[in-house]
Each structure stands twice: as C-alpha cells, then as structure tokens.
C-alpha cells in the first residue's frame, strides 16, 4: 500500500492550500485531489446535505485506491467526518478541524481563541467542541466570514475592498466597542480558502495576533500517521499529482493555480460524476 | 388550465425578486417557485452542469402541472433555455433574458448598453445576442459582477462595502480611463440578486444611466402570454404561492425574506429532491 496515492477531498479549489502543504510535507507521495465544482460551495448548505456530498466523494477518492482520505474542507470536515471514517473501512481519514484546533491550542497563551469559518462550520460548533477538548480553559468565538470564500476565488484576495470586509468581520471580535472585553491572541482561519487572504486578514488584526491554519498541522498529522503504519512511500523521485473536479476544467485551472501556486492547464484536470 | 399554478424556477433565492414581480402583477395566480439551493450558485458553473441541474428542476415543475413554466435565473436562462423548451412540452417556457433586452433596448437612448451578470451568464454572450437581435446598431459591453451575488445573500447590500464593490466593477464601464471613450446609457441588471444592490450600483454609476431588470418585464409577459392563450384565472381571490427548495429551509427562509419584501418562515418551504 505504500505506493497507494493519498487522496485529498474539497469542495472546490480551496482545499488546494491543504494540498500544497501536503506536498511540502510529503514530496514523494502521489496525490489524488477531488474538488467537488458542480456543487460548491458547501459553507452555506445543511448539514445533511454536505455530509450527502462529502460521503459520495470519499466513496469516489476509495475506488482510487488511496492509502489514506484528507477531508480538506472545513465544512466537510465538520459535519462529514463521522459518516465517513464509518463508510470507508480500512483507510485512516483525517479532516482538518483536529489539527486546526491543535494548532490554535500550541499557539494561543491566553487561551481566548477566535475562529472564522463559513456558516456551516460555525454553526456546526466542530472547532468550537475540538478546541475545548483539548483545552477545556478555553474561550472560543466563531464568526462566519462568507465573502471571504468568493474574495478569494475571484483574486480580489488584496486590496482596499479585501481589507475592508476584513475589517467587517474582524473588528468586532478585535476591536470591541466593551474596553473591557479580553481580546483574544490567536485567530483560526476555518476555511481552506482564508489563508489567500493572509494579507488583509493581518492588518485587520493587528502584529501582535496569532494567525493559524490547518494546512501545515493536517499536512504533518498526515505524515505521522503513514509513518506509523509503515505506509510512506520511500522508493523513487517526486510524487505525481492527479486533479480530480466535478465541473468546470477551465476555472478549476484559472482559479485553482493561485491556490497551488503553480500553473494548472484545464489538460491536467480530470471530469468525473458523483 | 387556467387554475394550474405558474411555475417558478430559479438556483437559489435570487428569482423570488422575480416571483415578486410576477405576483404584483398577477395578484391572483398561483405560483410554485423552486429554489435549487442543494448546488447553488449556477453562476460559475459549466454551461453543461447548468443545462443539466436546470432541465432536473424544470420537469420537478412540470410535475406540478404549472401552467407556464418561468425560468426566473439568468444563468439558466441562457444556457438551458432551448432543451427545456424541447422537454417540456405544451407548456410556455419564459426566461428572463429575454425581457431584459427588450426593456434595456427600449430605455436606451443611444444604443450604448452594458450588461453585469455571473460569470457564465457573460460568458455565454446570451444578453449580447438577444439585444443585437432586437436592435442590431447596439454597442453592447458585459462584465461579471460575481461578489454582488454574496453580498446580496449576505444582505451586505448597503453600506460602504457594497458601494466600493459596485464603484470596482462598474468604473471602468462608466468611468473610462479613455476620455474620448463614449459612456453607456443604459446598465442591464443580468442577475436577479442584483436588484438588491441598486442602491449601491445607482450611486457607481450617477444619476443619468438607466437602470433596467428583468423582473418586471418578464411579469408583463407573462400576463401577455397567458392572455393571449386564455389561461390567466379569473375566479377567487389572492392566488396562493408554495416555496420548494432542495436544501435548508432556514437559510431560504432567512435570506429569501429579503428578497420576496416580505417574511417567510421555514415551515413554508418545502424540501424537494431532484
């Protein structure tokens, strides 16, 4: 199984920075990423119906014959993961909210902890609960941030417009009209697709906040998992990279080579139906 | 037929502004309006997908036994118009494009028109075509206004953030770099959460510029056409209106509210599978 591909699940383009780190991570390992396009987003829709969609591309990721499923996707992550892990037998699935939430409690000194996330996985509570697991001390406030999602697939990521919506959504947990009211010291970014707006998220919160992700956390909780199961791939040079979407070739590419970081043609990405 | 609902269609909430027109102008009719939020937005998805999720809801309609059958969408409008036409058969299919030409066609003065949409509302050239059609000396100019469309669901439609998004996207259409370059007249709103917005987008553009949408428009030629084919109910008194989505009845309820004007409360919305 060690030379099985790890399959990498999103609704969309977002879960690209997860990929990203991934790859930093893991250079050798082959990836299969599976970005479902023809019906993203899934932060604004119900419960039942994302862990529906999320179910349908895990089952699809399995028949790829992957070593292990990353559920890069916030939402996902938040309302799928136990259906999945059910579902899928015999393949360790990791979402990223455990590592996010871990990553928050190692930076956070005061314990006051903010999250920004999109209206499912606030109202889900996912972070709120994993974070207090950890440190029970904790004091969690989830905000959504949903303009964030289509600021970042449109590329208006810098700019007076993104500074300004983030300033909408941050000053009221930052900046409280209450002098009184703690502040906290570490800032979650929930969304896959938050840390292409790293830039105008920092000035709205000031130098001194912590500013965490789950991609370096869930990229290294992916590695240590396939170490202890003797699963790394050893032999062999650079890993490949098969891209996996529901719709829309062209905008997967477009879009999703500023998530990645690299170009991506529309040649490289592969339709599939769920 | 005359009693038989008109059935509605639109990807999400955005076509009750429609529904609204449709219902001041035929107080008495029923209507069942479908909103496909389970895969919304349709907007940047493939016209393929579109097609496909736009024919699913227009024979969920057609089931109702409606007796005309609105495509309250503009993305739908211009991509699955002519293979709903096919389908459903012996039952009038109105889109909304359409009408949107022949209202920014007979408000123009100069023939200079601009055109704002989603992004495959643009790309597919529908709103282009349909007005040169109409008034073949049109110089017609699109562009996609995506963040309009989170904005409006968001109901962060006023305020200084819609007015910086608005004056972005519609500068370089009414504000040219160019001085010599000529202004259009006329702005077509090609999406129907872009009413919301007119506040913000009248102040982008000036006072000057006409502003026209679909809404209206297509109400009157609803009643046309259903006059013409003797179909319009004439007994009792208000009609009634029945609300389907195929996903979260609070989010349609809580943002749908907003744009029928008037409150609706989840347990009028219906969950429909398609």
Known sequence: MSK??????????????????????????????????????????????????????AEALADYGVKCLVIACNTASSVGLPTIRERIENVP??????????????ASRTGN??????????RGGAYQQAILRIRPDARV??????LFVALAEEGLHEGPIANDIATHYLRPMFSPSDAGASVPDTLVLGCTHFPMLAGAIRRAVGAKVQIVDSAATTA????????????????????LVRLLATDGRERFASVGSRF????????????VDL
């Open 220 to 239: 290294a909780s992916v590695d240590a998992q396939l170490r202890e199961a003797g699963l790394t791939r050893t032999e062999g040079g650079e890993g």
């Open 113 to 122: 902890i903010a999250v920004i996330a999109t209206e499912g996985t606030v």
């Open 93 to 106: 699935v990791i979402g990223v909210i455990e590592p996010g939430a871990q990553a928050a409690c190692g």
């Open 141 to 146: 406030n989830a905000a959504p941030a949903p």
């Open 260 to 271: 990645l970081e690299r170009a991506i043609t529309p040649d490289e990405v592969e339709l």
């Open 4 to 57: 099985a591909p790890i399959g990498v699940f999103d609704s969309g383009v977002g879960g690209l920075t997860v990929l990203r780190a991934l790859i930093a991570q893991l250079p050798r390992e082959h990836f299969v990423y599976l970005g479902d396009t023809a019906r993203l987003p899934y932060g604004t829709k119900s419960p039942q119906t994302v862990a529906r969609y999320s179910l349908q591309a």
